[in-house]
């Protein structure tokens, strides 16, 4: 059975950079079948896709937080990253990291969401 | 960027009745679209890939269509645990994924 654990601090300073790590458990994110991804929502709002990761470290992220964002793997601790740089209250949202088994499919296995608040 | 629509923002349904959700895409994304539900205080879960073909452990209740621009989900016999926040999601113009707003469907 595969399992996402998002972690990461709750809070985060204006202009500071987000981290957030998703854990795997039951799949490898070294594996050639899956693709693995961020999503945000914002409080009381809907879904924004921010970027996904494949097996070989290509990355591919929305074009409006293509200056700010990064996405990288941990084969060893089998998990994978979110970086988002200079952070703003805009930034303020549950993050949700995500399996895909291909880009054309939805997303299949979510983690249960990270609460990350933009405040000084 | 295409942009998905969704009617209505909420839709008050009785359990047992029917419930027919509509997303609509500012362009053509064939059938390259996916539907999820969301409950209060936890991750979305996928329903619908393919814009009609049902995820593993998605109830026969729960069926999409449409292609090109339109699309639907109806949900036959609304039942307690089907209130919920449903999004679909246009794959079509990877790697630039969106989201309709979302409709909530309520007692």
């Known amino acids: 059975q595969v399992q996402l654990l998002g972690s990461g601090p709750g809070l985060v300073k204006p202009s500071e950079t987000l981290s957030l790590t998703c854990s795997v458990s039951g799949a490898s994110v070294s594996s050639s079948r899956y693709y693995w991804g961020w999503i945000r929502q914002p409080p009381g709002k809907g879904l924004e896709w921010i970027g996904s990761i494949y097996y070989t470290g290509i990355t591919y992220y929305t074009p409006s937080l293509l200056s700010r964002v990064t996405i990288s793997l941990d084969t060893l601790k089998n998990h994978f990253s979110l970086n988002l740089t200079s952070v703003t209250a805009a930034d303020t949202a549950v993050y949700y990291c995500?399996?895909?088994?291909?880009?054309?499919?939805?997303?299949?296995?979510w983690g249960q969401g990270t609460g990350v608040t933009v405040s000084s | 960027e295409v942009v998905m629509t969704q009617s209505p923002a909420t839709l008050s349904v009785s359990p047992g009745e029917r419930a027919t959700l509509s997303c609509r895409a500012s362009?053509?994304?064939?059938?390259?679209l996916a539907w999820y539900q969301q409950k209060p205080g936890q991750a979305p879960s996928l329903l619908i890939n393919g814009a009609s073909t049902r995820a593993t452990g998605t109830p026969a209740r729960f069926s999409g269509s449409g292609s090109g621009t339109e699309f639907t989900l109806t949900i036959s016999s609304l039942q307690s645990e089907d209130f919920a926040v449903y999004y679909c999601?246009?794959?079509?113009?990877?790697?630039?994924?969106?989201f309709g707003q979302g409709t909530r469907v309520e007692i």
């Open positions: 999601q246009q794959y079509d113009t990877w790697p630039r994924y969106t």
């Open positions: 995500a399996r895909h088994l291909n880009p054309l499919i939805g997303f299949d296995i």
């Open positions: 362009q053509s994304v064939i059938r390259n």
